[in-house]
């Protein structure tokens, strides 16, 4: 075959395969119908904002939706850590979005009435990282602490200390029990462990951690709480030490 015949079948085909694409681009049969999303990791639905950009896509030619494009969208999301996507013909798509691993949420009240402004932070590898409200939100699976304003920002300026990182290992296994419904630490004791505060209002009991303890015996003062509980009353307050439960009177 001459190189003439050569050039003129590849022209052909290339304007054939191109021709075949712009058609099956305008024919409804290849519009997308179903679109599955699932995630993975600390995080039990699509956020919001994603849904604002997938959802659209229902309707659209599948041949139109650009999925390199998409992938680069979600991934720009705080705290995704890969997007898989893949085209089932005629009409599905099926993203994978997976989340990074995150230990704890955290955040700050600031002092100012009935509408404190608030600061969210997620807790990884001892690291303090603030972040969008939206995606603090969105990674519910995750037990959260309150921390003071000023103490937040010396982590974030200068890194985790001893107390903190204590507190995050015993923090992060709270997060597992279900009687504990809220958390806040404050440490005004430099380096060493401060004082967590430890809520648990289905017993009607307030646990303050007043010295570093290990997680079995946080496990052994929680079944004493328990075992002690009788419905009504006034909230019982107790503190824990190294070597003792000690209940206010």
């Known amino acids: 075959m001459k190189t003439l015949e050569k050039v003129l079948l590849v022209l052909i085909i290339v304007l054939l395969a191109a021709g075949i694409y712009v058609a099956l681009r305008n024919i409804d049969f290849f519009n997308v119908e179903e679109i599955d999303v699932s995630v993975s990791g600390p995080v039990t639905s699509v956020s919001t904002d994603m849904q604002r950009i997938i959802n659209p896509l229902k309707g659209r030619n599948i041949f139109e939706i650009s999925l390199r494009s998409l992938k680069k969208t979600l991934l720009a999301f705080d705290g995704v850590k890969e997007v898989r996507i893949r085209r089932y013909y005629p009409g599905k798509l099926i993203i994978q979005i997976d989340y990074n691993d995150m230990s704890l949420k955290a955040f700050t009240l600031s002092d100012q009435g009935e509408n404190p402004d608030v600061v969210y932070y997620f807790i990884h590898d001892d690291i303090l990282e603030e972040v969008k409200q939206t995606t603090w ?62 809520g648990i209002s289905s017993l009607n009991s307030t646990l303050f951690v ?40």
């Open 137 to 198: 939100e969105a990674f519910d699976r995750l037990a959260s602490v309150e921390l003071h304003p000023a103490y937040a920002q010396m982590i974030m300026k200068w890194g985790s200390d001893q107390g903190f990182k204590s507190m995050v290992s015993l923090a992060e296994h709270l997060a597992n029990n279900n009687l504990i419904t809220s958390m806040k630490y404050d440490n005004n004791n430099g380096n060493e462990f401060g004082r967590l505060v430890i």
């Open 210 to 249: 007043r010295e570093l303890i290990s997680v079995q015996r946080l496990d052994e003062a929680l079944e004493i709480i328990s075992s002690q509980f009788s419905a009504g009353g006034e909230t019982v307050v107790y503190d824990l030490y190294a070597n003792t439960l000690v209940k206010r009177t």
